[in-house]
């Protein structure tokens, strides 16, 4: 059963940073675009940022771009959120996503996702 686990969040300070990591068990992911989003309290799933099965597309969400970078080790079977320079804005759960669908285009639509870790909570003090 596919499996995917988020680590790396935590209490930061605004201006500090974070690294969020998505590990996959179960299957591999290896072809297969994958996602960040986040929620807020009281907030509906917001798109964070999302790469390509082979990395080479990223797309990021306004809010984020230039602060946020997301990458992925394929061999490792896992996805990276380096997060810089964060707000307390940024305070949500993060969720890490799969599309299952093999070599399928990026989407930013949470709908496009089948695989969903349980979340990591982020929180940024002002």
């Known amino acids: 059963q596919a499996q995917l686990v988020e680590s790396g969040g935590g209490l930061v300070q605004a201006g500090g940073s974070l690294r969020l990591s998505c590990a996959a068990s179960?299957?591999?992911?290896?072809?297969?675009?994958m996602g960040w989003f986040r929620q807020a309290p009281g907030e509906e799933r917001e798109f964070v940022a999302a790469?390509?099965?082979?990395?080479?597309?990223?797309y990021y969400a306004d809010s984020v771009k230039g602060r946020f970078t997301i990458s992925r080790d394929n061999h490792k079977n896992t996805v990276y959120l380096q997060m810089n320079s964060l707000k307390p804005e940024d305070t949500a759960v993060y969720y890490c996503?799969?599309?299952?669908?093999?070599?399928?285009?990026?989407?930013?639509?949470?709908?496009?996702?089948?695989?969903w870790g349980q979340g990591t909570q982020v929180t940024v003090s002002s």
């Open positions: 179960g299957r591999t992911f290896s072809t297969n675009a």
């Open positions: 790469i390509s099965w082979n990395g080479g597309s990223t």
């Open positions: 996503a799969a599309d299952s669908r093999k070599f399928a285009p990026v989407s930013v639509l949470p709908g496009r996702y089948d695989y």
